[in-house]
């Protein structure tokens, strides 16, 4: 036996075995040992545990339904009768669990603590985004063990901040935004955008430690607390933002190889000079591309060399910091030779000097010609070379004389300012102790093509220079805003360390801290080296954006030591390390932004290489940041990804101050010190400064979020992630619930709140959709409409159902684009379902004050014979709670939203005056579009007492006032004698209830009943089923047959012909003696009084109304598109209410569509304004 069977088992250790001490010698007989056979066959309980298990050791396993259970000796007898009447077998797993026995049944959705401890203690950071987080979460699955992140503050947040954070512009433009904003001005842009990022880190801190963030980083904060519109939109400006970083680092490099450390490799070369600065954006763009190319594919080969080299490329920058801070120091003993050539204030270019002299002549040493002498001597004759006389010095002019006089001559005519001003040399980094910084405290703003001159020695009189001549010119038109648009980039990158969450060991504990001292570290840096460059080097140097007049040099690198080849150097692999980051950072936001799946059109870019690599995200990013090097500037990129990351932190400072303001329960951040003032200031500062910065990239930063936005909102996958702005949503509705309520809407603000009943069938579909189709022609969109049903039954066994109901109402309400709630009520007797959500329905002033039912277009032949009651219970109850009602009539006639109509009147009949709802009802259908082109015609009945021409006249004059275009009509009425059809159709319909009421059928007899009825012209009733339905219908018992409420009606067809109904005493007896009736309840006299009846002078009265009235109307306006009149009230007395169906049947035969609008009694029109 035991050699057959198949079996699996766990190794546990003793300690987790229930009552197994460590010191046990023998764990075969203890009572919780246990073995899991996987075999079909069972096995022999009575063999002992130590011959199955083999080598098989013993588990604690508690979770398999169908396990064997050994029993040994008297304690698992004692196991097994812990319970009362016992028939089967307990296993362990139930004693175990005998003190949570209370909560068995509900284990499977409310799990016990321990099991939900485990789960959370097994919880893994997974790849950025954090959908799988979710979907992990919520299944429960078991992940494999991984291993787990031991990254701390300083290597996994400090230094990829301080990484991120210093790059291109402190390198290459701080010292070009000191020298032309000045040092105080200079220090104010930087410790605005210091500020701005400060705040920011503080708002992400809290957000970071307000649980666990899965790599995602800002995009998971953001969308996680600002709800995934808001998530998606500033998402994707994050993405641009960094995407268009890694252009504007690859710029940056390219322009240092270009500039400072390869000249002779541009491609595109210039020899005038306004063709330069194209020449020189051509090279940027070709040299760009290739880099782009080059970075692109080392990060699609792998993003493992990338890592490799970031530690690399951060000693680079590192390293170039350190120099610039020692050359500082340096300066102040021994300052570096790097003269500037001047012409006055004006500083030349020493690329234009090619003869290398600064000045505008030279003295030059000029030999005597050599001469050969003859001497004779009388005594002997010899030839002898004399020594020359000395050289003598000559002025001779230089290449800059040339330029400026266009001749070599010394005698030329040359520029007027050149003529005036001395040619002098002055040190370009006079050194820390030199006092110069007092030259540069103050801005040296410059337009386009001005010359670069001394701030302390302005030209004297504004002579326009030549732009042939060697100046060093402006290249562009400076402005503090654009200052502050190009050096904010310096200051990104504050969110390297949330990005890399699911590397650190402690999150919730890093994040802030490292963040907070990068921020702090590269603020204190970039202060500090805005005084040293303003300290240290002249301030026409300051203001050489590219070195032109220290020979091509990079400027900054011309304080540095000991070389100024350790900062070209180390910028240029800083820039390009930077670069690399961006792409590879971007298509990962870009990967977790598609696997949401909170955009339609970006799914595709969730897919990658089989190892999670963003394939096609990188190409995205790659075509992007193509774009970006298009533009080839590297002073019009910065602004373009400043808009983007001011957009996301901007959203970053609102998420924390609305948590902090809402007060969610959900919202408690171990990092304390933020404050919602300080959120709310970083979020003016961001503001302040994308406008500041440039206030055109902002409208289309702007714009672009929006779009996204609004994109998200209507095609967006529908995501709850429990966000803020879901909070301020409610929070909002709210206050403005009790601002409702504080009184009645004033008549010009009336609308209608629509409550519209709909009846579902036995499928669970609407039975007419028309209804929901007519509310959204009457509401446009606007105001509130609440979509009800009632379903019939127990709530307790009924409430799939009633979800199911829901949905088929929302999926309803989403094809017709109806915006709106939904209530579906479950109850015993559907009219009193319906009563209870005309009362309950809404809250606070958002109540509905209209309601929307349908007609019962075919009551008379409907199997229901509750149906008709249940509509007037409707109206009465409306009528009660004061609210307006609205019965379209043949509303499968109605048109369709695809339908509109070209052409044809809309008719209001204004017979009674109950509120103005008959003249705000056609203005409101003219606003859709399928009733747009309909006219409007009013109609108003005037008896023989009243003048029908003064009446057109007032009718006219009141809706000039109401501004509503209208044609009126007053039709007369003559007083007429009541009619033979109108007499005999009132007898018919009495004749008819009062045989009703005298048959009081008792449910168990009435299969019994067998009742013929014979008619002169009509049968009225054709099988035994139909009379049996008519003879329920008077009742007192029938209230337990209801049906859902709002359906068809029973009743007598209608008819224009004369009907005699013939009675006799021998068929009373007939039914009397088959029917049981007790004696008490119905006599033969009954019917008897029922054959010579007259019927009664109101009914005839009311009937005479409903025939004319209905004559006049079919006369005026059977061709009408819609035909508007106002629904008589149901009679008091509840015995007439079948009357009052044919009344209503008999005011609207022959219209086509026709829309009963009962009044609620309150003014809803106004001509005031």
């Not at 820039?575 to 595709?604: H, Y």
Request: charged content about 20%.
């Amino acid at each position: 036996m035991a050699s057959s069977v198949r079996f699996t088992v766990t190794p546990t250790k003793a300690e987790d075995i229930p009552g197994l001490s460590d010191t046990s010698p023998d764990l075969s007989l203890r009572s919780s040992a246990r073995v899991r056979f996987g075999s079909r066959e069972s096995v022999n309980r009575s063999e002992p545990p130590s011959e199955v298990s083999g080598a098989a050791s013993i588990t604690a396993g508690l979770d398999t339904p169908d396990r064997s259970h050994s029993e040994h000796g008297d304690g698992n007898a004692k196991i097994s009768n812990v319970y009362i009447n016992n028939s089967h077998t307990v296993d362990d797993d139930d004693f175990y669990d005998r003190n949570l026995a209370l909560f068995e049944e509900e284990m499977d959705t409310r799990p016990k603590v321990s099991s939900l401890l485990s789960r959370l203690a097994n919880y893994t950071n997974l790849t950025q985004g954090a959908r799988e987080h979710e979907e992990a979460e919520s299944i429960g699955e078991k992940r494999k063990a991984s291993k787990s992140p031991q990254m701390g503050t300083f290597m996994g947040v400090y230094l990829p901040c301080l990484q991120n954070i210093f790059g291109v512009i402190l390198f290459l433009r701080l010292t070009w935004v000191v020298g032309t904003a000045g040092i105080l001005q200079a220090l104010c842009i930087v410790f605005i955008c210091c500020c701005c990022t400060m705040l920011t880190a503080i708002s992400m801190s809290a957000i970071a430690t307000n649980g666990v963030v899965p790599a995602g980083g800002s995009y998971f904060m953001i969308s996680r607390s600002l709800g995934p519109e808001f998530g998606g939109a500033v998402g994707l400006c994050f993405y641009l933002g960094t995407t268009f970083a890694g252009s504007m680092y690859i710029l940056g490099a390219i322009e240092i190889l270009l500039m400072y450390i390869a000249p002779s490799a541009a491609i595109f070369v210039s020899h005038q000079p306004e063709g330069e600065a194209a020449a020189m954006l051509n090279n940027m763009r070709v040299y760009g591309s290739i880099f782009l190319l080059l970075m692109s594919l080392l990060v699609f080969v792998g993003v493992k060399y990338v890592n490799k080299l970031a530690s690399v490329f951060l000693a680079c920058v590192i390293v170039s910091i350190l120099s610039i801070y020692t050359g500082a120091l340096v300066s102040a003993f021994s300052s570096p030779s790097f003269p500037v050539c001047m012409l006055g204030n004006r500083s030349l270019s020493q690329h234009e000097l090619r003869d290398g002299h600064c000045a505008k002549t030279v003295l030059v040493l000029r030999e005597p010609p050599v001469q050969e002498v003859t001497y004779v001597n009388i005594s002997s004759s010899f030839n002898s070379t004399v020594s020359p006389p000395p050289p003598t010095l000559v002025e001779k002019t230089t290449s800059l004389w040339t330029r400026f006089c266009n001749s070599s001559e010394l005698n030329a005519v040359c520029d007027e300012y050149f003529t005036h001003n001395n040619v002098t040399q002055i040190q370009g980094i006079p050194g820390l102790a030199s006092g110069v910084i007092t030259d540069n405290v103050w801005s040296s703003y410059l337009s386009k093509g001005e010359i670069l001159e001394r701030g302390s020695d302005p030209t004297p009189s504004p002579i326009h220079p030549n732009h042939h001549h060697p100046y060093v010119f402006a290249d562009i038109t400076t402005s503090f805003t654009l200052l502050v648009g190009i050096f904010f980039p310096s200051v990104t990158g504050i969110m390297a360390g949330s990005n890399r969450s699911g590397d650190l060991k402690d999150a919730q504990r890093s994040i802030p801290i490292g963040t907070i001292l990068a921020i702090l570290t590269t603020s204190l840096v970039y202060l500090s080296s805005v005084v040293l460059f303003g300290a240290c080097v002249e301030g026409v140097l300051l203001r050489d954006k590219f070195g032109d007049s220290v020979k091509g040099n990079l400027v900054v690198g011309t304080l540095s030591w000991p070389s100024p080849w350790v900062i070209v150097i180390g910028s240029f692999f800083s820039t390009c390390g930077a670069g690399l980051q961006s792409l590879t950072g971007a298509p990962r936001l870009l990967q977790a932004i598609a696997k949401d799946n909170i955009i339609p059109f970006l799914r595709v870019f969730g897919h990658g290489k089989a190892n999670g690599e963003p394939t096609w995200a990188l190409l995205l990013t790659t075509f992007i940041a193509e774009l970006g090097i298009l533009i080839a500037s590297l002073d019009l990129v910065a602004p373009i990804l400043s808009m983007f990351f001011l957009m996301c932190y901007l959203f970053v400072n609102l998420a924390c101050a609305l948590q902090t303001l809402l007060r969610t329960p959900n919202w408690r951040p171990r990092f304390s010190y933020y404050h919602w003032t300080l959120s709310f200031l970083g979020m003016i500062i961001c503001l302040a400064l994308m406008f500041i910065s440039s206030w055109y990239y902002a409208i289309v930063a702007m714009a672009i979020a929006t779009m996204i936005y609004k994109y998200i909102e209507y095609h967006g996958a529908e995501k709850e992630w429990g966000d803020g702005i879901r909070g301020l949503s409610l929070s909002a509705a709210r206050y403005a619930l009790l601002r409702l309520e504080e009184g009645p809407p004033h008549t010009k603000n009336w609308r209608p709140q629509l409550l519209v009943l709909l009846k579902l069938d036995e499928d669970a579909h609407v039975k007419s959709p028309r209804l929901l189709t007519f509310a959204s022609q009457l509401k446009a969109g606007k105001g509130l409409t609440i979509v009800g049903t009632v379903l019939s039954g127990n709530f307790l066994h009924s409430y799939g159902d009633s979800l199911a109901a829901e949905q088929t109402l929302k999926h309803l309400m989403e094809k017709e684009r109806v915006k709106g709630f939904v209530q579906c009520i479950v109850a015993q007797k559907p009219r009193e379902g319906i009563s209870h959500m005309i009362q309950s329905s809404g809250l606070g002033g958002m109540r509905h004050n209209t309601v929307v039912m349908g007609w019962p277009h075919a009551w008379r032949q409907s199997e229901d014979p509750q149906s008709w009651k249940t509509f007037i219970n409707t109206v009465r109850v409306t009528t009660a709670a004061h609210l307006a009602l609205l019965v379209p009539k043949n509303i499968s006639l109605f048109p369709t939203n695809s339908e509109p109509c070209t052409e044809g009147h809309i008719d209001v009949w204004w017979i009674v005056h109950d509120g103005g709802m008959l003249m705000l009802l056609p203005f409101l259908l003219r606003q859709h579009k399928v009733w747009r082109k309909c006219k409007m015609r009013i109609f108003t009945v005037a008896q023989m007492e009243d003048n029908s021409i003064q009446m057109k006249k007032d009718l006219g004059t009141f809706l000039y006032h109401l501004r509503i275009e209208a044609d009126v009509e007053v039709v007369e009425m003559h007083d007429s004698d009541i009619s033979a059809y109108t007499y005999e159709r009132t007898l018919m319909m009495e004749q008819r209830s009062q045989m009703l009421r005298q048959m009081r059928l008792s449910k168990s007899d009435r299969e019994k009943e067998r009742v013929r009825w014979s008619f002169d012209d009509a049968q009225l009733v054709k099988d035994r089923n139909s009379m049996l339905r008519l003879t329920s219908i008077g009742s007192d018992d029938d209230d337990d047959t209801d049906g859902v409420g709002g359906s068809d009606k029973l009743g007598v067809a209608s008819d224009h012909r004369r009907v005699h109904m013939t009675w006799t005493k021998d068929k009373a007896l007939e039914l009397r003696a088959q029917a049981h009736i007790p004696s008490g309840c119905s006599t033969p006299e009954g019917f008897r009084d029922m054959l010579s009846m007259r019927p009664d002078h109101s009914n005839v009265r009311r009937m005479h109304t409903a025939v004319k009235l209905n004559e006049v109307i079919v006369n005026k306006s059977n061709e009408a598109r819609l035909v508007l009149l106002n629904m008589p009230g149901p009679p008091k007395n509840p015995d007439g209410d079948e009357n009052y169906m044919e009344f209503l049947e008999v005011l609207t035969e022959g219209l086509e569509r026709v829309l009963l609008v009962r009044g609620g009694g309150s003014e809803v029109i106004t001509i005031y304004s």
